[in-house]
């Protein structure tokens, strides 16, 4: 299983900012945002594994998925 | 047209069919004759505001070579352009003069409520000049009907709250204050000034560039500013005018989505992207992640203001009149009121970078730079200094504490903290000093975001994030990269001189992005000034020039003040980046003359 975490304004679409995805039949982020009931418009940065990745993405089950609205500098 | 150059004279660049009063009132308080004096600003003055107007009047009348805290430097507060509208977030207050700190140009806003006052006393800025010929505590006191040096002896060495509380007793509830710690006083160079909401439970800070340590140079304890039965009212050229366009920002502010995120975890909110990205100041600038991240993240903030409650509270303003409201009121296990507001600089510079991953500990840190009166990023870089050099390991929030109090009292150990991360580590011979032009590195290493770098290096002020914040970039650019970076930095530091000069927050960027001829709406609508983009784009690329004039002479120039050498060397983890974005670029950002016609 891969594990998904959203941050700020997007954790009002989820009941636990930390869930566990199943990735068989490739799916891609967006796929896991529909499961998860999260507007991609509200989405602004994906990462994967630490790294810069996008809607397109495809997830694995070894990932670690972490979803980030658009929020400003301090 | 006439563009200004450096040395800011005639700056007329647009036709006025002015009708409204521009606040063209300044105080010059004498600090060794003690002689008040009122002036009314010439036309040309009238142009500038908050930033702006410091820039203009320190490169006008400040020998740009001069001791930051000796007689001939200016302590100046400046009211933006707009300080006396009811556009949103208006009320910032421009603080500036040489800085103690980086020996260079410096202006630090600041909300509060005080702002507010003095322009209903309709009063453009205050200028305090020359230093007294003896040690003085005094309280600067202005009504309408008054204006005078109070000598409050009672006060020497008080902290913040107990000096706002003898202020208030003293002058009564509805005053506006400023006023400085005991670190201010002892002349650190690493104290800034602080200004309360209105039942002081907000604290605020003008902290960067140790301004404190200028306010406590000319002997002034506070300012108390006293509106009551002020007859000033500002005069719009055409009031239908400005209310459409500040109510265009209000509906545009409230549609976007960084609103909601400022408004629910305020500015936390952006502390885990930071530390997932690989950007937060963790053990003195040695990581860029940091194991305890989610105990201090922003969701963490607001999920113990929540549950704790009491006095716990998210969404407050720091200025009257705010829609973003991102500050909050953060409570002990009780409920009680730790500090207010705990902003993400503070958690990053007094928590990660000090190895300390609980948000008590580093509430209560910054509860104690506020008391003593210290910048919290200032401080929290030179006690992860001094962690690095072993007076305390990492991770010790009671030591660190203990070290912030003999701030206050003035030991040797505290004094040497008090003046900031360059001196920490020149005395306990750390050679890792995260400082550039003498000034602490704020909470986003350069190294993964290299446009912070770029602001960082080439910025009139120094090592100072407010100055053009690349982390909106990390959603179009890759952090890591140098390319274009030098770019970046240059559009993001024209649009804070703007915002700066104005008196607005610098989170009402994104509306006027898509839509910068709002700007020139609301300046036509208060002062009948007929300006396009362009012209406005202009000032702020005036104020730059002027900052840029004035650090030249000054001898700050960026080219003698780069990166520290191990941003350079050190890969940080967890990206293995080094800061590589070549001075030649840096150095010739301004060469040609920026892109005008777009915010």
Redesign the interface.
């Known amino acids: 299983m891969g594990e998904i975490q959203v941050?700020?304004?997007l954790?009002k679409w989820v009941r636990n900012?930390r869930a566990h995805f199943n990735a068989e039949g490739k799916k891609s982020v967006t796929d896991l945002l529909k499961e998860l009931g999260i507007p991609e418009d509200?989405v602004?940065?994906v990462?994967i594994n630490?790294k810069?990745a996008h809607l397109q993405s495809p997830v694995y089950n070894t990932d670690s998925v972490?979803l980030?609205?658009?929020?400003?500098?301090? | 047209m006439v563009i200004a150059d450096c040395a800011g004279e005639a700056y007329i660049p647009w036709e006025s069919e002015s009708e409204g009063e521009g606040m063209n009132t300044v105080i010059r308080i004498n600090t060794r004759t003690r002689s008040i004096l009122r002036e009314t600003v010439s036309e040309d003055d009238t142009k500038w505001g908050g930033r702006g107007y410091i820039s203009h009047l320190l490169l006008k009348e400040v020998p740009p070579a001069c001791e930051a805290v000796g007689r001939y430097n200016k302590l100046i507060f400046s009211q933006g352009l707009l300080a006396d509208t009811s556009v949103t977030t208006a009320g910032q207050m421009s603080i500036g003069g040489k800085s103690p700190l980086t020996g260079g140009v410096k202006e630090s806003n600041v909300g509060g409520f005080a702002a507010r006052k003095l322009s209903r006393l309709g009063i453009k800025a205050l200028v305090f000049e020359d230093t007294p010929t003896t040690p003085s505590t005094d309280v600067l006191f202005i009504s309408p009907m008054d204006m005078r040096l109070d000598s409050m002896p009672e006060l020497k060495g008080k902290l913040v709250d107990e000096t706002i509380s003898l202020l208030r007793q003293k002058y009564g509830k509805g005053i506006g204050i400023f006023c400085i710690g005991p670190a201010g006083e002892m002349m650190m160079y690493g104290a800034g000034i602080a200004s309360p909401d209105s039942d002081d439970v907000q604290i605020r800070y003008a902290g960067r560039g140790g301004l404190g340590a200028l306010m406590g140079s000319k002997g002034v304890k506070a300012i108390v500013l006293d509106d009551r039965g002020s007859d000033y009212k500002a005069l719009y050229s055409d009031r239908e005018a400005f209310q459409k366009a500040a109510k265009w920002l209000i509906d545009a502010l409230r549609a976007?989505?960084?609103t909601?995120?400022?408004h629910?975890?305020g500015?936390?909110?952006?502390l885990?992207?930071a530390n997932?990205?690989?950007l937060l100041p963790t053990r003195n600038f040695s990581s860029g992640q940091f194991e305890f991240a989610d105990d201090i993240?922003?969701?963490k903030v607001r999920q113990e203001i929540v549950s704790r409650g009491g006095q716990g509270k998210s969404g407050q303003p720091c200025v009257p009149g705010c829609i973003i409201q991102c500050s909050n009121i953060f409570p002990d296990k009780k409920g009680k009121k730790i500090v207010a507001s705990l902003?993400?600089?503070n958690i990053s510079l007094l928590g990660s970078n000090c190895g300390i991953g609980n948000l008590d500990d580093i509430a209560e840190l910054n509860h104690l730079c506020n008391q003593v009166g210290v910048d919290a990023i200032e401080t929290g870089a030179a006690l992860g200094v001094a962690m690095e050099a072993g007076v305390i390991p990492f991770g010790d929030a009671e030591g660190a504490r203990d070290l912030v109090r003999q701030i206050g009292e003035g030991s040797y150990l505290g004094r040497i903290l008090g003046n900031g991360a360059q001196i920490t580590g020149r005395v306990l011979g750390v050679r890792r000093v995260p400082v550039i032009k003498g000034q602490a590195i704020p909470?986003?290493d350069p190294r993964a975001l290299k446009g912070n770098g770029v602001t960082y290096t080439t910025s009139p002020m120094g090592a100072d994030?407010t100055a053009g914040?690349?982390?909106?970039t990390?959603?179009t650019m890759?952090p890591l990269k140098p390319e274009g970076q030098v770019d970046a930095s240059k559009r993001l530091q024209l649009r804070a001189a703007l915002l700066d000069t104005l008196g607005l927050c610098l989170?009402v960027?994104?509306p006027f992005v898509q839509n910068p001829e709002k700007f020139c709406e609301l300046l036509y609508g208060r002062f009948g000034w007929k300006m396009d983009v362009r012209d406005v784009m202009g000032m702020a690329y005036d104020v730059l020039k002027m900052e840029r004039e004035f650090n030249r002479q000054a001898g700050v120039s960026e080219e003698f003040f780069p990166m520290p050498e191990f941003m350079c060397d050190e890969p940080l983890p967890?990206n293995n980046a080094v800061f590589d974005v070549p001075m030649e670029h840096m150095k010739s950002m301004w060469e040609n003359e920026p892109v005008l016609t777009q915010f």
């Open positions: 941050y700020a304004s954790l900012p509200d602004a940065i990462m630490g810069r972490k980030f609205p658009l929020i400003g500098g301090g | 976007s989505p960084k909601e995120n400022r629910v975890y500015t936390p909110a952006i885990a992207l997932e990205v690989g993240n922003g969701e902003q993400y600089e909470g986003y994030h914040n690349a982390f909106e990390l959603k890759d989170f960027r994104p967890p």
